[in-house]
């Protein structure tokens, strides 16, 4: 039975009399094919955000459970890298196979940790398991210089070779869907891994550990949890780490590229974000008001390409503000267990809610006009309203990245202006174009200082296509065969066979 608890005067949840249960998984590190406890006995609590209730307890690490794992990869690298690509694809589709057999419970998993709804947690799963069996496919045949003789009696090759132990730190928001993006072509081109999931959010990888156990070879990949400021820093700095891979905040890329560089091995940075979506005067409003009210609170809005700010022209601004007005106002918060159409989850953690909060009180005390929500309650869970605020030029939190349920709209007059608004940000994800003329979408796309642009749709993400930004949203390319490239180096090999 569903019921609607009303949490204070503002924000109303519904949930069921029955919240979701499912069997956790082992809540350990895992190393060298074994799970372990913690040296120091310290443990982390896993909160459910939609009741604000604890899920599990998980172990929290340090340097000596880092250097425990980074020796394991180590071990296990060449044995791994000397597998030819079809057998390490056969490993990857196996681990395809086990993800989609377990489908159900890592839905479950992922929707307790993250208080995600059923499409969320659905697209994430089916994601993950697309990323796998993609990336086991377009490593048996990567593309690079045909070999010849570009020196005169000199037979010149590239070889790719894996780089070798691999550090990987993952995010909250997508715990199970960016571990498969960075794991997946890492081990596709031969390297073996230490990977740190997030403490808030670590339930589905220490279910993928299970899952792999058996699949993988002892040492390929190693598990160690903990926090950022411990365990990710000891992982960012290890001499043993051959490169270190982060989905996370701008403040992370640089204290881990900083480390990075100390030992002078590459980093692969995907951060974050802040979408413009640009609106012309002769776009489709409704498909407008539809994307943003979708692409815009996707997971709640926390998602580093989520269409959260709209420029629209001045001549429709009044027009498109109703509609996605009107669009957002359908969803309704809801607890993970109510399958309905238009529901949004919680903030997965409380720090994160107090900084929304935060960023949206901000916004109104400048002057922002709330056209919908900005209300939130954490008295039982972490909930905010879907928000639309109306906001001035320049205004900060057009520009800064809020991470939650929140869209604003400002306007612009001249198409020049629109395009500059649209790349004051220091972001450089993704971003956005609606006209119905060709030429205009083009020529936006082309001037639009950002990885990914879509043009009339937002968030298009397939697996054969790169995911990367430019300025502070980092680089190196999550998904397409360019994530092979960046897991793996070339070397040339030259052979003289010039006969004497």
């Known amino acids: 039975m569903t019921e609607q608890n009303t949490l204070s005067a503002a924000v109303t949840v519904l949930r069921a009399e029955q919240p979701l249960t499912v069997e956790m998984p082992r809540c350990d590190h895992y190393i060298d094919g074994r799970h372990l406890e913690s040296a120091t006995g310290e443990t982390s609590e896993v909160v459910d955000p939609a009741r604000g209730t604890v899920l599990a307890t998980v172990p929290r690490g340090g340097a000596a459970e880092v250097d425990a794992a980074v020796a394991a990869a180590r071990a296990a690298a060449p044995g791994w890298a000397a597998r030819t690509p079809k057998d390490r694809a056969e490993v990857l589709l196996a681990l395809a196979e086990a993800l989609r057999d377990d489908r159900d419970r890592l839905r479950t998993l992922e929707a307790l940790n993250c208080g995600k709804p059923p499409a969320v947690t659905a697209d994430d799963v089916d994601s993950a398991i697309d990323t796998f069996r993609f990336m086991a496919g377009a490593g048996r045949s990567t593309t690079t210089v045909a070999a010849g003789d570009y020196v005169e009696d000199i037979t010149s090759m590239i070889l790719r070779e894996p780089l070798g132990v691999i550090g990987m730190i993952t995010p909250w928001n997508y715990p199970l869907l960016m571990v498969a993006w960075k794991l997946a072509p890492a081990l596709m081109v031969g390297n073996t891994i230490v990977l740190k999931p997030s403490e808030v959010t670590p339930l589905t990888t220490l279910r993928l550990a299970e899952l792999a156990d058996g699949i993988l070879p002892p040492g390929v990949l190693n598990i160690v949890n903990g926090s950022g400021s411990t365990v990710g820093a000891a992982l960012s700095a290890h001499p043993g780490i051959d490169m270190i891979a982060l989905t996370g905040s701008v403040g992370a890329g640089r204290s881990v590229a900083g480390a990075a560089a100390a030992n002078v091995v590459p980093a692969h940075l995907e951060l974050g974000g802040k979408a413009p979506v640009l609106v012309c005067p002769d776009a489709d409003l409704d498909q407008v008001a ?63 809610y107090e900084r929304v909060m935060t960023a949206i009180d901000a916004a109104v005390d400048r002057g922002a006009e709330v056209l919908l929500g900005a209300r939130g309650d954490d008295s039982e869970g972490y909930w905010i309203e879907p928000t639309v605020l109306k906001v001035a030029t320049g205004d900060p939190i057009s520009l800064e990245e809020v991470f939650g349920p929140v869209v604003t709209i400002e306007t612009y007059r001249e198409e020049s202006e629109g395009v500059a608004r649209a790349n004051e940000t220091d972001y450089g994800l993704t971003a956005s174009v609606f006209t119905r003329d060709v030429a205009t979408a083009l020529s936006l796309a082309k001037a639009l200082d950002f990885g990914s642009v879509n043009v009339n749709t937002h968030l298009a993400l397939p697996t054969e296509m790169p995911w990367s930004g430019f300025k502070h949203s980092g680089y190196g390319r999550d998904l397409s065969a360019y994530a092979l490239d960046d897991y ?13």
């Open 290 to 352: 539809a994307t943003v009210a979708e692409a815009g609170f996707w997971n709640t809005g926390q998602e580093c390409g989520a269409a959260c700010r709209v420029l629209a022209h001045d001549s429709i601004a009044e027009a498109l503000t109703e509609k996605i007005v009107t669009a957002v106002a359908a969803y309704r918060l809801a607890a993970p267990e109510i399958d309905q159409d238009d529901t949004l989850g919680p903030i997965i953690y409380r720090g994160h």
């Open 488 to 500: 793996s180096r070339t070397k040339h090999l030259a052979l003289n066979h010039a006969r004497t």
